[in-house]
T-cell receptor
Framework: GQQLNQSPQSMFIQEGEDVSMNCTSSSIFNTWLWYKQDPGEGPVLLIALYKAGELTSNGRLTAQFGTTRKDSFLNISASIPSDVGIYFCAGQLDGSARQLTFGSGTQLTVLP | EAQVTQNPRYLITVTGKKLTVTCSQNMNHEYMSWYRQDPGLGLRQIYYSMNVEVTDKGDVPEGYKVSRKEKRNFPLILESPSPNQTSLYFC??????????????FGAGTRLSVL
């Protein structure tokens, strides 16, 4: 099946710094999604992208759907302690099957 | 409140003892799915269901069964659990249809240990 390469695997940053993470795929996706997982909880959707080149913001978060449809990035500006968690990208190829392929996650730690 | 509810949240069992993890959603979603999460591997889909009595295999279905007798419930069944099924399991649901966005809502997870 499709594979997503998500990087970096982990990040340690100072509070207030900006963060960038990305996902690349060997296949084209029609939809890119970014989720955040807090400890002991299930993933929660942050941003959904549906068109190549689309740039979408959600507060301090900005994500883009790459023009080749094989990549996406997520930026977090001015990080705060509650940004700590695991961030997952997910791609979907076929809308009718609703199957998502997930990246392996980026563990973000924000240091005070 | 819109919810996907999984039970139990934590489970320790022994090899070969059949178990069921329940999943229920109150959003009248057509689509439901089970994932397992393992370190360094992200979430991998086990089974999914597009509606009542319609189920299909995901990427890692071996050793698991599911059923969808009612729209709101989608239990995951391990007939004979083995240690390699020790994992964190998530149930998810979403609307289905041409106009529906691909937004899956996840349960809080079930941490299973098979000894």
């Amino acid at each position: 099946g499709q594979q997503l390469n998500q990087s970096p695997q982990s990040m340690f940053i100072q509070e207030g710094e900006d963060v960038s993470m990305n996902c690349t795929s060997s296949s084209i996706f029609n939809t890119w999604l970014w989720y955040k997982q807090d400890p002991g909880e299930g993933p929660v959707l942050l941003i959904a992208l549906y068109k190549a080149g689309e740039l979408t913001s959600n507060g301090r978060l900005t994500a883009q759907f790459g023009t080749t449809r094989k990549d996406s990035f997520l930026n977090i500006s001015a990080s705060i302690p509650s940004d700590v968690g695991i961030y997952f990208c997910a791609g979907q190829l076929d809308g009718s099957a609703r199957q998502l392929t997930f990246g392996s996650g980026t563990q973000l730690t924000v240091l005070p | 409140e819109a919810q996907v509810t999984q039970n139990p949240r934590y489970l320790i069992t022994v090899t070969g003892k059949k178990l069921t993890v329940t999943c229920s959603q109150n959003m009248n979603h057509e689509y439901m799915s089970w994932y397992r999460q393992d370190p360094g591997l992200g979430l991998r889909q086990i089974y999914y269901s597009m509606n009542v009595e319609v189920t299909d295999k995901g990427d890692v279905p071996e050793g698991y069964k599911v059923s969808r007798k009612e729209k709101r419930n989608f239990p995951l069944i391990l007939e004979s659990p083995s240690p390699n099924q020790t994992s964190l399991y998530f149930c998810a649901s979403s609307r289905f249809g041409a106009l529906a966005k691909n937004i899956q809502y996840f349960g809080a997870g079930t941490r299973l240990s098979v000894l």
